[in-house]
């Protein structure tokens, strides 16, 4: 079974900054993964998401993440951080049929 | 332009009250879920419907029942509702490929309180 780890609950950065935000994942094959962002009092909204072909995926605001198949990762960056940035983020890995898993999310605060 | 709708936004119930959750979605989807969100937990699988005339458990079903109604509506009920079940509810649906690259496409959510 597929399982999604996200290193830290709460990061902060401060405004301009680099934003770096982790997820590993295991999986016994080739995945689907996927970042969604959640601002307050809202639904998860998709950033971007990795299926096949380039490993560097680029989201919506700026926002990439590079899939890793050697280290299983799938960490998020964007390079400079902006206060509409803080919210909870959240990666899914998928391999197939119905079978999507979220990691525990991972706050994002953003500081002037 | 809708997407997902979710309906109530919010509610509060007394602890053995029944209740319904509705969602509706206008994208053609073929699978629609069930998700709860509680704090440092992230999101569990309730129950999901792959195609409109089946439902299948998730992680966490247990106090809950589903009805696929049709392509669109897929409903989550509440049988006797237990402080337990305080939690935010969202709704979500996908396409529906096999391969599962698909996103998933989220409603607002539904916040439930069980006093």
């Known amino acids: 079974a597929q399982s999604v780890t996200q290193l830290g609950s709460h990061v902060s950065v401060s405004e301009g900054a680099l934003v770096l935000l982790r997820c590993n994942y295991s999986?016994?094959?080739?995945?689907?993964l996927f970042w969604y962002v959640q601002y307050p009092n809202q639904g998860l909204q998709l950033l971007l998401k990795?299926?096949?072909?380039?490993?560097l995926v680029k989201g919506i605001n700026g926002f990439e993440a590079e899939f890793k198949k050697s280290e299983t990762s799938f960490h998020l960056t964007k390079p400079s951080a902006h206060m509409s940035d803080a919210a909870e983020y959240f990666c899914a890995v998928s391999v197939g049929g119905q079978n999507f898993v979220f990691g525990p999310g991972t706050r994002l605060s953003v500081l002037p | 332009n809708a997407g997902v709708t979710q309906t109530p936004k919010f509610q509060v119930l007394k602890t053995g009250q029944s209740m319904t959750l509705q969602c509706a979605q206008d994208?053609?989807?073929?699978?629609m879920y069930w998700y709860r969100q509680d704090p440092g937990m992230g999101l569990r699988l309730i129950y999901y419907s792959a195609s409109e005339g089946t439902t299948d458990k998730g992680e966490v079903p247990n106090g809950y029942n589903v009805s696929r109604l049709n392509k669109r509506e897929f409903s989550l009920r509440l049988e006797s509702a237990a402080p337990s079940q305080t939690s935010v509810y969202f709704c979500?649906?996908?396409?529906?490929?096999?391969?599962?690259?698909?996103?998933?496409?989220f409603g607002d959510g539904t916040r439930l309180s069980i006093l």
């Open positions: 994208m053609n989807h073929n699978s």
């Open positions: 999986s016994s094959v080739p995945p689907y």
């Open positions: 990795y299926t096949t072909g380039a490993t």
């Open positions: 979500a649906s996908r396409s529906g490929s096999v391969l599962g690259n698909q996103p998933q496409h």
